[in-house]
């Protein structure tokens, strides 16, 4: 045989050897290796979404949806130079990422207790996992700051005026600054402080005792609560009498401690807008709702506390009658639609 013949038979052998045709095996192997690949990252995600409970859903659906909007409204927020859409999406983006990982965390922390004890690192992951909610309240509250005019840009605030005026006849922040002495106004401030602790106290009673179908309740009863108040807020953007009614009053409501809190608060958290329906009172009405189903007694106690922060909210001028009126609503509204979604399976993650 030739050395050409020799080298062509060799030639040949390379490229079969080359043909995946002709390597079943490896090529299999590589298949089975993808496949493997693939249904690891399935299973993790599935995984990451069963340690998801009912607060995520909601959570989820109110970035998606306002996500949906920036996209689709993206004109008003470039036009009033108020943010980039992109930006504001990559912040929901970050937001949600962040809960799907603290989620995951969480759970995995909860399987290692079952084999090794609850430890430090249990006990730390577990609190953060259910009470993270309040950071996501604030992102979100903060967030609107940009949004409340993103699909009209406009103040619709002569409305709300007028069916105040209809109703009462005069302008109520406006009539009650007749009454107001440095001491009723910081009463009257504590009164609105009293709202920052309502979910705290409630959800606080409930965590201690491990009551998680309820504690997780009162955060989801929260959540659609706010989520709803948030997107109406964007649809019809109230500036708030702060804003809209400066100038026909006298001067500032003066006190002591408690003023001064609030003050510095306003000064560092204050957003122009989102006055209705007011998310003090949706917050406050959808806790209270909770307190009513889980801690009877404490719903007694809270009620004219939140009563009282209703009506602080007009002597301080940060809302019409009509804002109260709307947080009702969407308060109990928030309680109807959380009830629901926390009679679905699936709806309490790994604490359960």
């Given amino acids: 045989m030739s050395m050409r013949e020799l080298d062509g038979r060799d030639a040949e052998a390379v490229v079969s050897a080359a043909d995946p045709a002709h390597l079943p095996g490896l090529v299999g192997g590589s298949e089975r290796n993808s496949s493997a690949d693939s249904e690891s990252v399935h299973r993790e995600l599935a995984r990451v979404w069963a340690a998801c409970g009912a607060f995520e859903w909601v959570a989820f659906a109110y970035l998606s949806i306002s996500s949906v909007m920036i996209v ?37 922390a909860i399987e290692r207790a079952q084999l090794e004890g609850v430890k430090f690192s249990t006990r730390f992951w577990r609190f953060w996992r259910c009470w993270y909610p309040h950071l996501f309240f604030l992102f979100a509250f903060e967030e609107l700051a940009y949004l409340v005019r993103l699909v ?7 409305k709300l005026i ?16 007749q009454f107001a002495t440095p001491v009723r106004n910081d009463l009257i401030q504590l009164a609105y402080l009293t709202y920052f602790v309502y979910l705290v106290v409630l959800g606080g009673i409930l965590y201690y005792r491990k009551e998680w179908q309820a504690y997780w309740s009162v955060m989801t009863y929260s959540a659609a609560a706010y989520a709803v108040g948030y997107v109406i807020a964007m649809l019809f953007p109230i500036e708030s009498p702060w804003f ?44 209270l709702w909770g307190a009513w189903r889980f801690r009877r007694w404490l719903f007694w106690v809270m009620l004219p506390l939140v009563a009282a922060m209703c009506f602080s909210t007009i002597w301080g001028r940060y809302h019409y009658v ?30 359960g």
């Avoid at 007028?162 to 922040?173: I, K, L, N, S, T």
């Fill in 244 to 287: 809209a009614m400066a100038g026909m009053w006298h001067g500032e409501l003066h006190g002591g401690p408690f003023t001064a809190t609030i003050n510095f608060i306003e000064h560092y958290g204050r957003v122009r807008g989102a006055a209705f329906p007011s998310e003090h009172v949706a917050g406050s009405v959808a806790v």
């Fill in 322 to 351: 009509a804002d109260i009126f709307g947080g009702i609503v969407t308060g109990t509204l928030g309680y109807v639609i959380g009830s629901w979604i926390m009679r679905r399976s699936g709806s309490v993650s790994g604490e």
């Fill in 72 to 108: 689709a409204f993206s004109r008003n927020l470039v036009r009033t130079n108020v943010a980039q859409p992109w930006k504001l999406i990559g912040a929901q983006a970050i937001v949600a990422t962040f809960i799907f990982l603290l989620c995951s965390v969480g759970e995995r």
């Fill in 152 to 158: 009209n840009p406009n103040w619709q605030d002569a």
């Fill in 162 to 177: 007028a069916f105040d005026h209809w109703m009462f006849g005069v302008h109520p922040a406006v009539w009650l600054e």
